[in-house]
C-alpha cells in the first residue's frame, strides 16, 4: 500500500465551478499536510501548509484535513483557466516528506 | 528572495554517458532536496542534506547516482552511467529546517536515449 493515495484524473471542470481535490493517507504519523500546484515543465509551488485536522482559508482555496479518516481535500472556488494544473498532496512526519501522484485539472473557458 | 536555481534546464545524453545536475538553494535554508518526478507521477525523494551532511538517501540508486553538498550551500546530483529509465525531471528543493516547508527549483528535464 502506498503511503499516499490521490487520484491522477484527469479532471475537467467549466470556469467558475467548485473544484475538490483530495488525498487519502496510511500513516496516523503524519502531522503536517500540503498542496503543491505544478504547471506544465515547473517546478511545484506550495500553496497551502496546514497542521493536524482541521480548515485553512487562503482566497479561493480551502484545505481540509480529517485525521480520524486519514483524509485531506483541497477546495478551489470560483475555479479559473489559470488554476489549470496538477496538484500534488504531500504529507510528512517529521522526519521525511511523501507526495502523491498528482491530479491533473483543465478548467474550460 | 531568490527562489531555488537549477541548471541545466534540459539535458539530452545517450544512455551510458554521465550528467551532473547544480542546485543553488535558497539563501538560509538548511535542508536540500534532490527528487526524481518520472512523468506523470508525484516527486520521489532520492537523497535530503541537512547542511552537508546526508540526512536520507534510502532510495538513492548508489551504485549510479552520487551527490554532495560542499559547504552546506550548493549541492550536485551526478548519474554515472545513465540509464533509459533515468529519464524523469530532478527537482531541487531546500526548506529552513526538516519540519517546514520546502521550495522547489525549475527541475532539470534529463532525456536518456
Given amino acids: 500500500q502506498k503511503e499516499v493515495e490521490q ?66 481535500s483541497l477546495f478551489i472556488r470560483d475555479s479559473q483557466p489559470s488554476d489549470s494544473a496538477t496538484y500534488l498532496c504531500a504529507m510528512h512526519n517529521f522526519n521525511k516528506f511523501y507526495f502523491g501522484s498528482g491530479t491533473k485539472l483543465n478548467v474550460k473557458p | 528572495e531568490a527562489g531555488v536555481a537549477q541548471s541545466p534546464r534540459y539535458k539530452i545524453i545517450e544512455k551510458r554517458q554521465s550528467v551532473a545536475f547544480w542546485c543553488n538553494p535558497i539563501s538560509g535554508h538548511a535542508t536540500l532536496y534532490w527528487y526524481q518526478q518520472i512523468l506523470g507521477q508525484g516527486p520521489k525523494l532520492l537523497i535530503q542534506f541537512q547542511n552537508n551532511g546526508v540526512v536520507d538517501d534510502s532510495q538513492l540508486p548508489k551504485d549510479r547516482f552520487s551527490a554532495e553538498r560542499l559547504k552546506g550551500v550548493d549541492s550536485t546530483l551526478k548519474i554515472q552511467p545513465a ?31
Fill in chain 2, 83 to 113: 540509464k533509459l529509465e533515468d529519464s524523469a525531471v530532478y527537482l531541487c528543493a531546500s526548506s529552513f529546517g526538516t519540519s517546514n516547508e520546502q521550495f522547489f527549483g525549475p527541475g532539470t528535464r534529463l532525456t536518456v536515449l
Fill in chain 1, 7 to 72: 487520484d491522477p484524473g484527469p479532471l475537467s471542470v467549466p470556469e467558475g465551478a467548485i473544484v475538490s481535490l483530495n488525498c487519502t493517507y496510511s500513516n496516523s504519523a503524519f502531522q503536517y499536510f500540503m498542496w503543491y500546484r505544478q504547471y506544465s515543465r515547473k517546478g511545484p509551488e506550495l500553496l497551502m501548509y496546514t497542521y493536524s485536522s482541521g480548515n485553512k482559508e487562503d482566497g479561493r482555496f480551502t484545505a481540509q484535513v480529517d485525521k480520524s479518516s486519514k483524509y485531506i
